[in-house]
């Protein structure tokens, strides 16, 4: 069964810590996304990426940056945490040959920053 | 550029009575849509897609539903829900050709006995 793996469901930080969270994936995807998730806002893209060392801006990256070294590992980092960060976080992959047929999701991580 | 609505944030239903969560997109180019469903403390898993061809899409567990191109809509269905249908349901469609998803706000689908 593919999967899109999130290292952490659950996450306790302190404001000002340097957070990674890890997202994996064995479908050979080309294309990684991180969305967050917060009530009445739906999901929103922060960064995306369509290959290795490659990543682009979503909607809301400020605050956040990522990494790409490996096809199938997409990592966000949260340079220095603040709790309006606090939210629910989604990686998905895709494929580019099948770029329509919508994404594979993670479980997702909750984040609470403190 | 192109936006997805969807008309209500919760929809509760009793048990065994059909339902539809409503969705709405604009967009000036050709699109791509899809449903999403969550369950409680989970990812998003594909329900159903459109992509072309016939209007009526049938999905995982019941669900279907209609791409109306004049109307910009693509309602989700169900005939008869049950419990274990509550969840939180996401209409998104594609931004051009990117491949990119832009996701509605969601909508709670509240399951009464």
């Known amino acids: 069964d593919v999967k899109v793996t999130q290292s952490s469901r659950y996450l306790v930080k302190r404001t000002g810590e340097k957070v990674f969270l890890e997202c994996v994936q064995d479908?050979?995807?080309?294309?990684m996304f991180w969305y967050r998730q917060d009530p009445g806002l739906g999901l929103r893209l922060i960064y995306f990426s369509y290959d290795v060392k490659m990543k682009e801006k979503g909607d809301i990256p400020e605050g956040y940056s990522v990494s790409r070294e490996k096809k199938e590992r997409f990592s966000l980092i949260l340079e220095s945490a603040s709790t309006n960060q606090t939210s629910m976080y989604l990686c998905?992959?895709?494929?580019?040959?099948?770029?329509?047929?919508?994404?594979?999701f993670g479980s997702g991580t909750r984040l609470t920053v403190v | 550029a192109q936006s997805v609505t969807q008309l209500d944030s919760q929809v509760p239903v009793f048990e065994e009575a059909p339902v539809e969560l409503r969705c709405n997109y604009s967009?000036?180019?050709?699109?791509?849509l899809f449903w999403y469903v969550q369950y409680p403390n989970q990812g998003l898993q594909l329900l159903l897609k459109?992509?072309?061809?016939?209007?009526l899409v049938k999905g995982i567990n019941g669900f279907e539903a209609e791409f109306n191109k004049s109307q910009t809509s693509f309602h989700l269905r169900k005939p008869s829900v049950h419990i274990s249908d509550t969840a939180e349901y996401f209409c998104a469609v594609t931004k051009g050709n990117t491949g990119k998803l832009i996701f509605g706000q969601g909508t709670t689908l509240q399951v009464k006995p």
């Open positions: 479908m050979d995807h080309e294309n």
């Open positions: 967009s000036s180019v050709s699109v791509y």
């Open positions: 998905a992959s895709s494929s580019t040959g099948t770029v329509n047929y919508g994404y594979t």
């Open positions: 459109y992509l072309s061809g016939s209007t």
